[in-house]
């Protein structure tokens, strides 16, 4: 089992300016995907370096990016070019700070008790956020279950059983409707993590979790 952070990049201090490593970004895309890459890559501080139309319905954009900008990005970039984008990159020296990336505006659902997730929690949790787990599956206190709606982080509850009463309503029995979780790879993770936040990687599963397992060490 490992434990990771969110990754971090080495800058230099010269002359009292902090600079940071570059990148040259290559890709080659069908046309119809240009405006979906050139949006993505914008508030990742890309600067388009070249342009080169093939004549064939493929162009091929170059860039020059901090590194730190594609942290995540290659998964989101085979979703935007539906699998039929290339994409390579090389380090490409340094140069100054570029100023910050957007990173996730949304806090964490995090599991303020151990236990099994339970269908019925899940679908008092939808309304909040995202959830990144199906019911039946373990939890312990401090894990991150979802993307909370809200910029805040939020402690909450999904083991919680439902009550077994004697009266069976009309609606009581009906089937509960769940949102299929969002499965995140690797890449995306890491990506998705903050600075008070970890990932647990097992052979079998990816888990995310606070630094602070405790919901009173956190606040």
Known sequence: ELEVGKPQIITRQEEGQTL????????????EFIGAV???LGPRKAQMVKMVNHGTGRVRLEYRIPSRGLI???????????????LNHLFD???????????????????????????YAIDHLQPRGVLFLGPGEGVYEGQIVGEHARDNDLDVNITKEKKLTNVRSSTS?????LTPPRIMNLEQA????????????????????KKALGGRRRF
């Open 173 to 177: 029995d009906e089937a509960v409707r």
């Open 38 to 40: 050139t949006q993505k």
């Open 190 to 209: 890491l990506e998705w993590i903050r600075e008070d936040e970890l990932l647990e990687i097992t052979p079998k599963s990816i888990r995310l979790r």
């Open 72 to 86: 995540g990005y290659r998964s989101e970039f085979l979703t935007d070019t539906r699998g039929t984008g290339l």
């Open 93 to 119: 020296g340094y140069a100054e700070w570029q100023g910050d990336i957007p990173h996730r505006a949304n806090g964490a659902l995090v599991a303020d008790r151990g236990g099994k997730t339970t269908s």
């Open 20 to 31: 940071e490593p570059m990148e040259h970004l290559v890709v080659d895309i069908p046309e």
